[in-house]
């Protein structure tokens, strides 16, 4: 979306994205509108705000190098603690700003839902296109997470600094979801920070062991 006029943001806001995954995303949108015009295909482009957490079970994570994203560097450091000596040697973590974090599980369902609205609607064409929100609808600062991990986790991260960067956001951008709701029957499930945390931290235990043991 860019800079938010309204908040929270729904999907009648203008879109002006400042990222290139932004950008990207925004092109797609405006491909797949073009391609119904032309084919009548009929689509609905799911707007995913900052997807977090795991489901360790199912072996599913994200697990890339370097790690950009907050969640899993919090449950990094997290993990590294008994290596360090004190907190404050630990290398300092940079969170950006506030974030409407939804639950990867979250995204899948609405994923589903989504695929079930058109088959139920495939009959109708032109009338189900459309752009869906999908997050929490609640905005979460790095200050938040700090504190739901030391109330979970009992850790106190020692460094954090939350630097201004290109293609950032001053103002914290929350989802509107009653598209998702009303549309999709869709609602988040498991979004919650707390979840979201233990999941997180539960795959990267997972993640870690299963980077020895291929080492090994």
């Known amino acids: 979306y860019g800079q938010p006029l309204i908040m929270p943001v729904d999907e009648s806001h203008t879109c002006v994205p400042v990222t290139i995954k932004g950008k990207i995303a925004w092109m797609l949108e405006q491909a797949l509108s073009?391609?119904?015009?032309?084919?009548?295909?009929?689509?609905?482009?799911?707007?995913?705000?900052?997807v977090a957490g795991a489901v360790p079970?199912?072996?599913?994570?994200?697990?890339?190098?370097?790690?950009?994203?907050?969640?899993?560097?919090?449950?990094?450091?997290?993990?590294?603690?008994?290596?360090q000596n004190e907190i404050q040697e630990a290398a300092p973590l940079v969170m950006a700003q506030t974030h409407d974090?939804?639950?990867v599980h979250d995204v899948a369902l609405a994923c589903l839902r989504a695929l079930q609205y058109l088959e139920s609607?495939?009959?109708?064409?032109?009338?189900?296109?459309m752009a869906i929100n999908i997050g929490s609808g609640k905005p979460t600062s790095w200050q938040t997470i700090a504190q739901a991990v030391y109330e979970l986790f009992g850790y106190q991260f020692g460094n954090i600094q939350a630097p201004e960067s290109v293609g950032v956001i001053g103002t914290p951008l929350v989802a509107n979801i009653t598209r998702a709701?009303?549309?999709?029957?869709?609602?988040?499930?498991?979004?919650?920070?707390?979840f979201i945390l233990q999941s997180?931290?539960?795959?990267?235990?997972?993640?870690l062991l299963m980077m020895r043991t291929?080492?090994?």
């Not at 119904?36 to 482009?45: C, F, H, N, P, R």
């Open 57 to 83: 079970e199912n072996d599913v994570g994200e697990l890339h190098f370097p790690e950009i994203h907050e969640i899993p560097l919090v449950m990094r450091q997290l993990l590294l603690r008994h290596q």
């Open 200 to 207: 997180a931290l539960a795959w990267e235990r997972r993640a």
């Open 181 to 194: 709701r009303l549309t999709l029957e869709w609602q988040p499930q498991v979004s919650q920070l707390s």
């Open 121 to 129: 609607h495939i009959e109708q064409c032109g009338t189900m296109s």
């Open 34 to 50: 073009d391609f119904e015009q032309v084919y009548g295909l009929s689509w609905i482009a799911l707007r995913c705000f900052t």
């Open 101 to 103: 974090y939804v639950h």
């Open 214 to 216: 291929k080492s090994m």
